[in-house]
Nanobody, 123 residues
Framework: QVQLVESGGGLVQAGGSLRLSCAAS????????MGWFRQAPEKEREFVAS????????RSGDSVKGRFTVSRDNAKNTVYLQMNSLKPEDTAVYYC????????????????WGQGTQVTVSS
């Protein structure tokens, strides 16, 4: 059974930083692209970043480029999202997801999902 468990969310002031983690189990981690998405109240789930299985390829959403960085540690079966220069509009539930096929930027490309972690940025 595949499990993805996010952690590291919380409340932070604008301009601050947070690092999210997502621990994976039940899958061959290094063979899966990992993605981060977020969903604010009454909005659609939005692509944030993704990283290939080997970690050599990444993609980021336009709204977070230059501020958020995705990375992974395959020895620990964990993917990270370093979030800097946070803004109130970054407030959302952040989800990690996994897929065995492709470096997707849409929710449809991902088979496995975590439960999410809340990030709140105060102004």
């Amino acid at each position: 059974q595949v499990q993805l468990v996010e952690s590291g969310g919380g409340l932070v002031q604008a301009g601050g930083s947070l690092r999210l983690s997502c621990a994976a189990s039940g899958l061959t981690f290094s063979s899966h692209t990992m993605g981060w998405f977020r969903q604010a109240p009454e909005k659609e789930r939005e692509f944030v970043a993704s990283i290939s299985g080997g970690g050599r390829s990444t993609r980021s959403g336009d709204s977070v480029k230059g501020r958020f960085t995705v990375s992974r540690d395959n020895a620990k079966n964990t993917v990270y999202l370093q979030m800097n220069s946070l803004k109130p509009e970054d407030t959302a539930v952040y989800y990690c997801a996994a897929t065995s096929t492709g470096l997707y930027t849409t929710t449809a490309g991902y088979r496995y999902w975590g439960q999410g972690t809340q990030v709140t940025v105060s102004s």
